[in-house]
């Protein structure tokens, strides 16, 4: 199984990248997860927000690898506890494909994608902003790994 999150956003403040890092790299060796990391669509004065989450979408719709299951983070998505996570996590390990999980930018992600995903998953009905869901997700990766593994940090 192979873990990919695509996110929008580049060049994350050093808390991001501190914050993500600490939990990637508790996982084990067989429980990788990569993030790929897309532009921003151009935002200012006379941008149209639509064809920024437009163009964000089209590059995050191509790195989604053929057969992925795509699951995306959205304020309007079904909330999953870490025990639902835990059992969601231990399917898709079960199942043996592999997953993309899609973070989107400042306004979100583009209705293309939403339309291409397979779940919608909510982290919290509050707006988060989008550095720090890459931080929250791979938290709850490690987290929901070690309920399947029977390890003391969850408790």
Same mark, same amino acid.
């Given at each position: 199984?192979?873990?990919?999150?695509? +996110?929008?956003?580049?060049?994350?403040? =050093?808390?991001?990248?501190?914050?993500?890092?600490?939990?990637?790299?508790? *996982?084990?060796?067989?429980?990788?997860?990569?993030? !790929?990391?897309?532009?921003?669509?151009?935002?200012?004065?006379?941008?149209?927000?639509? @064809?920024?989450?437009? @163009?964000?979408?089209?590059?995050?719709?191509?790195?989604?690898? +053929?057969?992925?299951?795509?699951?995306?983070?959205?304020? @309007?998505? @079904?909330?999953?506890?870490?025990?639902?996570?835990?059992? #969601? *996590?231990?399917?898709?390990?079960?199942?043996?494909? #592999?997953?993309? &999980? &899609?973070?989107?930018?400042?306004?979100?992600? =583009?209705?293309?994608? $939403? +339309?291409?995903?397979?779940?919608?998953?909510?982290?919290?009905? &509050? %707006? $988060?902003?989008?550095?720090?869901?890459?931080?929250? !997700?791979?938290?709850? &990766?490690?987290? +929901?790994? %070690?309920? $399947?593994? #029977?390890?003391?940090?969850?408790?």
């Amino acid at each position: 199984m192979r873990t990919r999150i695509i +996110a929008v956003g580049t060049k994350m403040p =050093a808390w991001v990248e501190t914050g993500y890092q600490e939990y990637a790299k508790r *996982l084990p060796r067989d429980f990788t997860v990569e993030v !790929v990391e897309l532009p921003l669509g151009a935002r200012g004065k006379n941008a149209s927000i639509e @064809k920024a989450m437009t @163009k964000e979408g089209e590059q995050m719709l191509a790195a989604i690898p +053929a057969g992925d299951k795509v699951i995306a983070l959205d304020v @309007k998505g @079904k909330p999953w506890s870490t025990e639902k996570l835990a059992e #969601n *996590l231990a399917d898709w390990r079960m199942e043996g494909g #592999n997953y993309s &999980l &899609l973070i989107g930018g400042p306004d979100g992600l =583009a209705p293309a994608c $939403l +339309a291409r995903a397979d779940a919608k998953w909510s982290l919290s009905a &509050l %707006t $988060l902003p989008h550095p720090l869901v890459r931080i929250v !997700v791979i938290e709850q &990766l490690y987290r +929901a790994w %070690t309920i $399947l593994n #029977n390890h003391p940090y969850h408790k």
